[in-house]
């Protein structure tokens, strides 16, 4: 199996040659990080260094979701990937490892909504016609679930009565937190309900609490709003597994290049949470999109259509 970054990391830096290599590519990933333009000779050797890794077990580690100490093992795929991001977002290199089935999980889910379902004398009226309330029912019945739904909701609501906007790089950080340590079957009922009328509609667009973490007074540009992305090593990620994972395909059945519908909606929910946090756009339809404009984008309106367009016009999302 690939081994993870760190491990991989600290092979390197134990050898002599490999950890000067590294050095020389963690300088180049700097400057990319800081949009400082490279001379000629500073382009010829960071391309030199990413060459002499060669076969190193660094040039072809990946990270998981789910580990510790994500954000380092990222930081170490993008020095080592460095010259990947050189065009306009083409991140098709995911750094992270399909996720296997997690079957264990699955049986526990089941088991919470056979209890939900054996309550039906205190079911709510209407209760049946929405999903979305019945997958919330099931999450309040998981301890894990119902407490880091809570914890983010919490976070992610004003106080009554402040003037002050809440704290939006918290509130995200909850929301990353519950995506990636409930599990998915969870997840992905909450967020993903089938819905007939604009109650339940609503409550499913509520589910990010998006007065927090996707509304903002203005819409910014898309482009700034990618720029930011990139800037971040977790979204940079996020948005690089997004594009592999839903890259659309006219010619396949599922509209997706990659033919894994279930991979592409965990790609998506890998960008709850970040800077480019996506969200449903009304009660009344499944569209989604990002809190940007591609208004006046000048030359680059294209470019902006392309990364709203990711969203908004995606046949494999």
């Known amino acids: 199996p690939r081994s993870d970054c760190l491990a991989a990391e600290q092979l390197c830096l134990s050898d002599s040659t490999c950890n000067a290599t590294y050095k020389t590519l963690e300088n180049c990933a700097l400057a990319k990080t800081h949009f400082l333009p490279l001379d000629h000779d500073s382009r010829v050797r960071c391309l030199n260094a990413e060459l002499d890794l060669g076969n190193s077990s660094l040039l072809h580690c990946k990270c998981h979701r789910r580990m510790k100490r994500q954000e380092h093992c990222l930081r170490v795929f993008w020095t080592v990937h460095s010259s990947v991001t050189d065009g306009y977002f083409n991140l098709e290199t995911s750094p992270y490892e399909n996720p296997a089935n997690e079957e264990q999980w699955k049986t526990h889910y089941n088991e919470v909504a056979a209890l939900v379902s054996g309550k039906d004398c205190s079911r709510l009226a209407g209760d049946a016609t929405n999903p979305c309330l019945e997958a919330s029912h099931v999450c309040n019945l998981s301890r ?64 990010v609490v998006p007065d927090c973490s996707f509304q903002s007074n203005t819409k910014p540009n898309c482009l700034a709003l990618l720029d930011s992305c990139l800037e971040d090593h977790l979204c940079k990620s996020r948005l690089a597994d997004f594009q592999q994972n839903c890259q659309p395909a006219d010619m396949s059945p599922d509209g997706c290049s990659q033919h894994n519908h279930a991979a592409c909606l965990q790609a998506y929910m890998g960008m709850i949470g970040t800077p480019m946090t996506p969200n449903y756009v009304s009660n009344s339809s499944v569209k989604v999109s990002l809190w940007c404009t591609c208004e006046s984008s000048g030359n680059q309106k294209e470019k902006c259509d392309q990364i709203l367009g990711m969203f908004e016009s995606n046949k494999c999302l």
Request: with cysteine.
């Open 144 to 207: 894990k679930c119902f407490r880091l739904r809570t914890d983010y909701a919490s976070i992610c609501t004003k106080e009554a009565g402040s003037e002050d906007m809440c704290d939006r790089r918290k509130c995200r950080r909850g929301l990353r937190n519950f995506f990636e340590r409930v599990p998915e079957d969870f997840t992905k009922r909450i967020l993903f309900c089938p819905c007939q009328d604009e109650l339940c509609g609503e409550r499913r667009r509520k589910t």
